[in-house]
């Protein structure tokens, strides 16, 4: 099984110094996508330069000409289908079909409350986004829509002319459990993960595969409930909250044995967050792009 090896670029630079040149190295370097989170902030960046995530990637998209480029991941803690539909169509156009929704329910951090509102329970979070998602595909997919739902609504939608991918452009459904399982089933191009949030400070690895190994099982089950073929959609694993930590950064060795014990399991992507000096991510430059250019001829 082929994998891809990706990158999340967090929108901390301002694009004239230094934001633009992260991108276009990405793409010099091969990634086949470049991410960014879609948050107003996030934990130990809230106090420091952030970014909206759908400008920078429609800047992305016109310094760049061949990499792919997505979030990671987009909710609806702030964001509404109607208006998020223009715009990622919008997107698709500037990019030429080269874009990919990360799409989750969301947390309970800083967006959850932004708006004014108190932070939604896990139920709440699920209802919402089992019924954003559906209409955010109508919305993408239909001509003209009209909706009315207890949460989200449309109408009269226009949906013209539609994404430059066809039917729509493709949505990485972040889901750990039975319900987002289910969405990301039937509405997924692609199935996201981070791993087991539980595992990150007791666990080991070899827990963390197994819960992994788990976790593809479930979409597998809400696949064969649809009568979906679970090999229909890519699995995408975002690294960095596994009991590893960093350490499978710390070498191409490290790198490369990492990948292929998650490429048995199943997974098509690994993102790995490019480096930011003095954090969580502070991955050495040079073993980054050793990484970046060595790593994926290495596991053939």
């Not at 990360?102 to 329970?121: C, M, N, Y």
């Not at 991918?165 to 981070?194: E, H, K």
């Amino acid at each position: 099984m082929s994998l891809r090896l990706s990158t999340v670029i967090l929108p901390i630079d301002r694009w004239h110094e230094g934001g633009r040149t992260k991108w276009q190295r990405a793409e010099e370097l091969g990634f086949h996508t470049a991410y960014t989170y879609d948050h107003l902030s996030w934990r130990t960046f809230r106090d420091g330069p952030w970014f909206g995530a759908l400008p920078t990637l429609t800047a992305a998209a016109t310094a760049t000409e061949r990499l792919r480029l997505g979030t990671l991941v987009t909710s609806p803690n702030f964001r509404h289908p109607v208006p998020l539909a223009k715009e990622l169509m919008s997107l698709d156009d500037i990019s030429n079909g080269r874009i990919t929704l990360g799409i989750g329910a969301g947390g309970k951090g800083f967006d959850g409350a932004a708006l004014g509102q108190d932070p939604w329970t896990p139920r709440e979070r699920a209802d919402r986004f089992g019924e954003f998602l559906p209409l955010l595909d109508r919305l993408l997919t239909e001509w003209e829509t009209d909706a009315g739902g207890s949460f989200y609504s449309a109408a009269e939608y226009r949906n013209v002319p539609g994404c430059v991918q066809g039917p729509r452009l493709p949505f990485a459904v972040a889901a750990t459990g039975p319900r987002g399982m289910r969405l990301a089933a039937q509405y997924g191009q692609a199935w996201v993960t981070t791993g087991d949030p539980k595992l990150y400070d007791e666990g080991t690895p070899e827990q963390s595969v197994a819960a992994l190994r788990d976790q593809i099982d479930k979409l597998g089950k809400a696949c064969a409930e649809l009568g979906r073929d679970e090999v229909e959609l890519d699995k995408i694993l975002l690294h960095g909250f596994t009991p590893d930590r960093n350490r499978p950064l710390e070498s191409v060795d490290a790198f490369v044995d990492f990948a292929g014990r998650h490429r048995e399991l199943g997974f098509t992507e690994i993102v790995i967050h490019w480096p930011i000096a003095d954090s969580d991510f502070a991955t050495a430059p040079a073993v980054f792009e050793a990484i970046a250019t060595e790593a994926i001829s290495r596991l053939g």
